[in-house]
T-cell receptor, first 110, second 116 residues
Framework: GENVEQHPSTLSVQEGDSAVIKCTYS??????FPWYKQELGKRPQLIIDIRSNVGEKKDQRIAVTLNKTAKHFSLHITETQPEDSAVYFCALNTGNQFYFGTGTSLTVIP | EAQVTQNPRYLITVTGKKLTVTCSQNMNHEYMSWYRQDPGLGLRQIYY???????DKGDVPEGYKVSRKEKRNFPLILESPSPNQTSLYFCASSLYPWSSYNSPLHFGNGTRLTVT
């Protein structure tokens, strides 16, 4: 199956700073790239997504960028707040299957 | 309310005792799938289904069975559970992930399974 590498595995930032999480993939057939946030003890929930024909998408403090040539996509969170603390997963879809990164544990220090 | 419902939330069992985890969605989604989540490994797909009576193996199908007799239900069956199947399991559904539209996965609340 597809291999999705996600970095970093842990990330600590001061409140108000930015956080960036990056994922790389290998299958050029991947066409849809969602990001999920998982709070402790809860289910993963979609926070933003992007299709392969779009290079960047923004939703308030969250943005995702996609570089199809280099096969990587990134999540950017600006003006971080303590409630942003969670585990974030990148994912991609190749048509029939979704593949997930191994997760980034983000801690926002007040 | 649109949702994916999994039961039970917690399950402790012994090696070899057959069990079923149920999953139901009320969003008329075509696609349903099961994942297991283990520390440091992310979410790995066990099985998926693109339609009624159509199921396929994901990346880690060994030791699991599924069925899709109705569109809304997709139970996960462990015929003879072993300790290495101790994990957090998520059921998820999506409308048409193979389409040109954004079609994210919607997750259930998870089932924490312990096999002793």
């Amino acid at each position: 199956g597809e291999n999705v590498e996600q970095h970093p595995s842990t990330l600590s930032v001061q409140e108000g700073d930015s956080a960036v999480i990056k994922c790389t993939y290998s299958d050029s057939a991947s066409n849809y790239f969602p990001w999920y946030k998982q709070e402790l003890g809860k289910r993963p929930q979609l926070i933003i997504d992007i299709r392969s024909n779009v290079g960047e998408k923004k939703d308030q403090r969250i943005a995702v960028t996609l570089n199809k040539t280099a096969k990587h996509f990134s999540l950017h969170i600006t003006e971080t707040q303590p409630e942003d603390s969670a585990v974030y997963f990148c994912a991609l879809n190749t048509g029939n299957q979704f593949y997930f990164g191994t997760g980034t544990s983000l801690t926002v220090i007040p | 309310e649109a949702q994916v419902t999994q039961n039970p939330r917690y399950l402790i069992t012994v090696t070899g005792k057959k069990l079923t985890v149920t999953c139901s969605q009320n969003m008329n989604h075509e696609y349903m799938s099961w994942y297991r989540q283990d520390p440091g490994l992310g979410l790995r797909q066990i099985y998926y289904s693109m339609n009624v009576e159509v199921t396929d193996k994901g990346d880690v199908p060994e030791g699991y069975k599924v069925s899709r007799k109705e569109k809304r239900n997709f139970p996960l069956i462990l015929e003879s559970p072993s300790p290495n199947q101790t994990s957090l399991y998520f059921c998820a559904s999506s409308l048409y992930p193979w389409s040109s539209y954004n079609s994210p996965l919607h997750f259930g609340n998870g089932t924490r399974l312990t096999v002793t």
